[in-house]
């Protein structure tokens, strides 16, 4: 098994490294396919400069050409796309399961674009819709093909995944428009009414837990912000990465989550 995690690591620095250019070009409208450049002096970065992690520790952060320093965001996102993906293949590949192989490239899908939407939001206070309804489609693809195998033995329609996914995903929907709705965009924006709405979807009942997840570490993340004094209670914090990092903690950590709310629930 070690030897396919590594394979999940290196494979998903080089999606990570994928992921960066999106998120460069999604603003600007560029395509995907051209040719990676500096930003500052928009000098063509050759293959040797270009490699995940290796490129930006051996030019010190810094453009070979301008020498200007090219943002560690780059850096950070190379390695935290590798460590979802190590995380991924850790909980749901097994080589010998045809159907694990399909949720994992699902899972794999899903946290890229969840991880695109949420450095979108916190950069631009915007969900970029058109990878929203990306993540909605492959969740719904998966779901089709699973409830597929077993439609003709479930003995009610709540043992169908999408079911279950729609009514929860139409449930979360409507409690944060309800939210967006009721503070006029102040504490929650419309757009985070879709991401809830995909947390629905692919986790049926247990996205109630991943949004009080959310909304633990959005607390956390504004008490801290408080004290360090960087701002105010009043500031606008954009949401999806807590509604993403909940999803995440969910997915992956489920076991130590449900011992933890245990826990609580015992006090
Ligand atoms: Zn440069």
């Known amino acids: 098994?070690?030897?396919?995690?590594?394979?999940?690591?290196?494979?998903?620095?080089?999606?990570?490294?994928?992921?960066?250019?999106?998120?460069?070009?999604?603003?600007?409208?560029?395509?995907?396919?051209?040719?990676?450049?500096?930003?500052?002096?928009?000098?063509?970065?050759?293959?040797?400069?270009?490699?995940?992690?290796?490129?930006?520790?051996?030019?010190?952060?810094?453009c070979r050409h301008c020498h200007?320093?090219?943002?560690?965001?780059?850096?950070?996102?190379?390695?935290?796309?590798?460590?979802?993906?190590?995380?991924?293949g850790w909980k749901f590949f097994e080589i010998t399961s045809l159907v694990s192989w399909i949720e994992t490239a699902m899972y794999l899908s899903v946290f890229s674009l969840a991880l695109v939407i949420a450095l979108y939001d916190s950069k631009y206070f915007e969900i970029p819709m058109r990878l929203m309804w990306a993540m909605i489609?492959?969740?719904?693809?998966?779901?089709?093909?699973?409830?597929?195998?077993?439609?003709?033995?479930?003995?009610?329609?709540?043992?169908?995944?999408?079911?279950?996914?729609?009514v929860s995903g139409i449930v979360a929907f409507e409690f944060f428009w309800l939210l967006s709705f009721v503070s006029r965009e102040r504490w929650m924006g419309y757009g985070d009414a879709y991401v809830?709405?995909?947390?629905?979807?692919l986790l049926g009942t247990g996205a109630f837990t991943a949004i009080i997840l959310a909304f633990v570490l959005g607390a956390l993340y504004g008490i801290s912000q408080m004290f360090l004094g960087k701002k105010k209670l009043s500031?606008?914090?954009?949401?999806?990465?807590?509604?993403?990092?909940?999803?995440?903690?969910?997915?992956?950590?489920?076991?130590?989550?449900?011992?933890?709310?245990?826990?609580?629930?015992?006090?």
């Open 1 to 62: 098994m070690n030897i396919f995690l590594f394979l999940f690591f290196f494979f998903g620095l080089l999606i990570g490294s994928f992921l960066n250019v999106v998120l460069a070009r999604l603003r600007t409208e560029e395509t995907l396919l051209g040719r990676s450049y500096c930003r500052s002096c928009r000098k063509y970065i050759v293959w040797y400069d270009n490699i995940p992690l290796i490129s930006f520790l051996i030019l010190g952060g810094k």
């Open 68 to 88: 200007e320093p090219i943002s560690s965001r780059y850096f950070c996102v190379e390695i935290a796309t590798a460590m979802l993906f190590t995380l991924v």
């Open 137 to 166: 489609v492959v969740i719904i693809l998966f779901f089709l093909f699973l409830d597929a195998r077993v439609f003709t033995s479930v003995s009610s329609v709540w043992d169908l995944r999408l079911y279950m996914g729609i």
């Open 196 to 201: 809830a709405f995909a947390l629905g979807l």
């Open 235 to 267: 500031s606008q914090v954009p949401f999806a990465p807590f509604l993403f990092g909940g999803m995440a903690l969910f997915l992956l950590f489920s076991d130590i989550v449900c011992h933890f709310s245990w826990f609580v629930a015992c006090w």
